[in-house]
């Protein structure tokens, strides 16, 4: 028998993840008729209607509204429905919103949506964690997903990975803008990228933290005092050293320590311990 699919949100996501004969329900109701209609999906006026036969619900709602929809429509799922969490929100959030699905007698997945939903759509990365994650798997495989990994049988490793990971990613992000904008507005944009062209190596990440964290632990004090002279330098071009400050804040962290940095990056960890 074929699984009934529910999505909860229609927005970028919701849209990207749909096929036609799904139901769909989301806060902006008829202004979304024309993109229910693109997708093949039944728009549903209601979550009762949405979600009332479904056997499994994709949430793809706002961060902020992640905890609060579980929550809110936990009553209406129907006996043991699935109710797929895919939104990008702390473990600890996950967790609070298994709860109240489980205590209505629905059966809660965390799902980590692992890289950006367009173009990729049904085959981006998933990661699944949860005691049912592997009925959810068989659902999402059903429905055309094609990347799938579980990630274990506890309900926030998946977010855990793609919010840890996020501080890396997004961070990156971040950092490059600070950077470029104030190459840019210094009229050194082309020598700035060509620096960093020759001084970045090829390299797995593991050898890159282990030897960001040697720097910072043997060098950290004076990498302060010299990202201290670079907030100055933005400032002066007009460009807020946010993501500089936090660099700051943190060299000067793990140079305090007074440690020598010991071999590899497991003794690294564990020699920083929860001093960092």
């Known amino acids: 028998m074929a699984t009934t699919i529910a999505s909860i949100g229609f927005g970028e996501a919701g849209q990207a993840f749909a096929r036609p004969g799904i139901c769909a329900y989301d806060r902006k109701g008829a202004a979304l008729g024309e993109a229910y209609s693109a997708a093949g999906v039944l728009g549903c006026d209601t979550p009762q209607?949405?979600?009332?036969?479904?056997?499994?619900?994709?949430?793809?709602?706002?961060?902020?509204?992640?905890?609060p929809a579980a929550r809110t429509y936990a009553a209406l799922l129907a006996p043991h429905a699935l109710w797929l969490d895919m939104n990008s929100v702390a473990p600890?959030?996950?967790?609070?919103a298994a709860q109240a699905i489980t205590a209505a007698g629905g059966r809660y997945v965390d799902v980590a949506v692992m890289a950006p939903v367009l173009p990729a759509r049904l085959a981006v990365p998933l990661l699944l964690a949860g005691p049912h994650a592997a009925e959810a798997e068989v659902v999402l495989?059903?429905?055309?997903?094609?990347?799938?990994?579980?990630?274990?049988?506890?309900i926030g490793a998946a977010s855990s990975i793609k919010?840890?990971?996020?501080?890396?990613v997004k961070g990156l992000e971040a950092l490059t803008a600070e950077c470029a904008l104030a190459a840019d507005r210094a009229g050194?944009?082309?020598?700035?990228?060509?620096?960093?062209?020759?001084s970045w190596k090829l390299q797995g990440w593991e050898?890159?933290?282990?030897?960001?964290?040697?720097?910072?632990?043997?060098?950290?004090?004076?990498?302060?005092?010299e990202m201290e002279e670079v907030a100055v330098t933005l400032e002066a071009l007009g460009v807020e050293p946010a993501m500089t400050r936090g660099t700051i804040l943190r060299q000067r962290a793990l140079g305090s320590l007074g440690l020598t940095p010991p071999d590899?990056?497991?003794?690294?960890?564990?020699?920083?311990?929860?001093?960092a």
């Open 49 to 67: 209607a949405a979600l009332g036969d479904a056997d499994a619900i994709f949430s793809l709602v706002t961060a902020d509204q992640a905890l």
């Open 92 to 96: 600890g959030t996950k967790r609070a």
């Open 141 to 154: 495989r059903g429905h055309g997903f094609t990347n799938i990994t579980i990630a274990g049988p506890t």
């Open 163 to 168: 919010m840890i990971r996020s501080v890396m």
């Open 188 to 198: 050194v944009r082309d020598a700035v990228i060509a620096s960093l062209d020759a």
């Open 207 to 225: 050898t890159r933290i282990d030897y960001n964290l040697d720097r910072m632990m043997a060098h950290g004090q004076r990498r302060a005092a």
């Open 264 to 275: 590899g990056l497991t003794a690294k960890l564990a020699a920083l311990g929860d001093t």
